[in-house]
């Protein structure tokens, strides 16, 4: 999305302190745990009740969450296709960054593009990259409607976007995420067993110890 294109006088400087030391310093090894689904679907829900449940263990972890950081980093971007994409670019990056040191980065976000979140996917070489699909039903979530954007999607009063999500622009679900939430016999997870899902995730392939 840069006019700068690739600088070709910048060069990456390394220091001696580097991500393995980090790690070993906070005894946990740092990862993004990205948490997609529709608007409604609990996504803040499930990153908030994670962050509690790891700081009550001893682990370091931190929400960036999509409305967040809008607020500030990426206010400068609407929701057309091409802003949406540089909004999930971005945070992407910024949970790259959290990840290197030695952080658990807990990512909340619609991200209804599949390239995108597959593009921040591949920013991190060493695989550590948790996509949590929340599969939840358009009518549940509808239902929901916490900030009441669909009413206002259906009532057309949503202006100057290309589409809302689940209503007039797609949502593509992943098709090879590591933890998928859903309902079971009709009924949802609630937040703590939804967050036993991804602890457990976390525990069972060590990325809470270094």
């Keep these: 999305m840069s006019a700068l294109g690739n600088p070709t006088n ?3 400087h390394d220091c001696a302190v580097g991500k393995a030391e980090r790690q070993k310093l906070i005894n946990q090894q740092g990862c993004v745990v990205w948490i997609t689904g529709l608007s409604g679907s609990g996504k803040s829900t499930l990153a908030c009740s994670l962050n509690r449940e790891l700081y009550s263990r001893g682990k370091l ?3 960036l969450d999509g409305d967040n950081v809008r607020h ?3 206010k400068n971007l609407g929701f057309s296709p091409e802003d949406r994409t540089e909004n999930i670019r971005r945070v992407g990056e ?4 959290f990840a290197d040191t030695g952080l658990i980065c807990i990512a909340s976000l619609i991200s209804p593009y599949r390239k995108d979140r597959d593009a921040c996917r591949a920013m991190l070489a060493d695989a550590n990259f948790i996509e949590v699909f ?3 039903p358009l009518e549940l979530c509808e239902g929901r409607d916490p900030k009441g954007l669909y009413k206002l999607a259906r009532a057309g009063k949503i202006r100057g976007t290309a589409g809302f999500t689940g209503i007039n622009d797609p949502y ?3 098709l090879n ?3 998928m939430i859903e309902q079971k016999d009709g009924i949802c997870p609630t937040p703590c067993d939804m967050t036993w899902q991804v602890v457990s995730y976390l525990d069972e392939h060590g990325f809470l110890h270094a």
């Design 177 to 179: 995420c590591e933890i």
């Design 61 to 63: 972890s931190y929400v």
């Design 72 to 74: 500030g980093l990426n």
């Design 172 to 174: 593509e679900p992943p």
């Design 94 to 97: 910024v949970a790259k960054l």
């Design 134 to 136: 929340m599969n939840m």
């Design 10 to 12: 910048v060069f990456w």
